[in-house]
């Protein structure tokens, strides 16, 4: 059974990078048929997808995010990453990491839902 | 983006009845190839990450008690609690896997009454 754990400093200063790290236990990170991925929730609920990242390294990032954001992998370590530079109190929230399924339908690959997540970690941009 | 719209925001039920939380896409999520469509939907309870219920709109995931239905497609959905227990309590989100970025809808809270 997959497990995923996030890890990261719970304050970061306006402009700093964030850097948050998940471990996957119980399973391969570097099988394929999956995107590795991070969530955010936003204060007041909103769930917001910032990007994932397969065993090979190929990536896929939310445009909103993209110039500031960077997932990364390490196979060996069982760790993927994520690098959020220049962040802002608007970047305060619940940093989730979880596995995005692919499936193939009709001899098509499809990238689909989510499961399972990490409990998450809170990060808090203050001075 | 696709734009996922869910109501109520707040849904109080009685232990026993039923529940109906509903979801809305800007655009359609039905894939004409395949008849599938692209929404799951997860639970969220205090403290805890989400939870996936059901995929495919209505596929539900292993282990999640019958009571829990998926319907819809195109651009409308609906999940139903047959018969609303104690640990339903819940924020209910959908999520729309067919295009980039991937979205949610801003969650239906779920009440006892």
């Known amino acids: 059974q997959v497990r995923l754990q996030e890890s990261g400093p719970g304050l970061i200063k306006p402009s700093q990078t964030l850097s948050l790290t998940c471990s996957v236990s119980?399973?391969?990170?570097?099988?394929?048929?999956?995107?590795w991925t991070w969530i955010r929730q936003l204060p007041g609920r909103g769930l917001e997808w910032i990007g994932n990242i397969d065993y090979s390294g190929s990536t896929h990032y939310n445009p909103s995010l993209k110039n500031r954001v960077t997932i990364s992998i390490d196979t060996f370590a069982h760790q993927f990453y994520l690098r959020l530079n220049s962040v802002t109190a608007a970047d305060t929230a619940v940093y989730f990491c979880?596995?995005?399924?692919?499936?193939?339908?009709?001899?098509?690959?499809?990238?689909?839902?989510?499961?399972?997540w990490g409990q998450g970690t809170r990060v808090i941009v203050s001075s | 983006d696709i734009v996922m719209t869910q109501s109520p925001d707040s849904l109080p039920v009685s232990l026993g009845e039923r529940a109906t939380l509903n979801c809305k896409s800007s655009q359609s999520l039905l894939n004409s190839f395949n008849n599938k469509n692209y929404l799951a939907w997860y639970q969220q309870k205090p403290g805890q990450p989400p939870k996936l219920l059901i995929y495919w709109a209505s596929t539900r995931d292993s282990g999640v008690p019958g009571r829990f239905s998926g319907s819809g497609s195109g651009t409308d959905f609906t999940l139903t609690i047959s018969s609303l227990q104690a640990e339903d309590v819940a924020v209910y989100y959908c999520?729309?896997?067919?295009?980039?970025?991937?979205?949610f809808g801003q969650g239906t809270r779920l009440e006892i009454k």
């Open positions: 999520q729309q896997y067919y295009g980039d970025p991937r979205t």
């Open positions: 119980g399973g391969s990170i570097s099988s394929g048929g999956y995107f």
């Open positions: 979880t596995r995005e399924m692919e499936t193939m339908v009709e001899a098509v690959i499809i990238r689909a839902w989510f499961d399972p």
